[in-house]
C-alpha cells in the first residue's frame, strides 16, 4: 500500500490527516509502506486511542514518526485527544 492510500483511508475513517515521517521529513505519499518498513504487522486502531497512543503504535511498530492534524491538515491535534472526538 502506498502512503497516500494509507493516509487516504485514515482521513476517510477517523476525519483527520495522518501525516507520515520517513528520516525526520515528510513521506513521499507515493512510495510504498514497505519501503520504510521492514514490519508487515497490522495495526488495530480503535476510535477511542489517543493521538499520543497512535503515535506510540506507530513508532513501536513500523518506527515510523507521525502526527494528526486536523482535517484540513492545519493545526496538530493535542496528543490527549480521542480519535473520535
Do not use: W
Request: charged letters at 30%.
Amino acid at each position: 500500500m502506498k502512503l497516500g492510500e494509507l493516509q487516504h483511508e485514515f482521513k476517510k475513517e477517523f476525519g483527520v490527516t495522518l501525516r507520515l515521517f520517513h528520516k525526520l521529513i515528510l513521506a513521499d505519499p507515493n512510495i510504498a509502506l514497505n519501503s520504510i518498513t521492514q514490519s508487515t504487522q497490522e495495526l488495530i486502531i480503535d476510535k477511542d486511542n489517543t493521538i499520543k497512543e497512535l503515535c506510540d503504535m506507530f513508532q513501536d511498530t513500523y518506527g515510523i514518526k507521525i502526527q494528526i492534524a486536523d482535517n484540513k491538515d492545519t493545526q496538530l491535534l493535542n496528543i490527549e485527544r480521542k480519535l473520535r472526538e
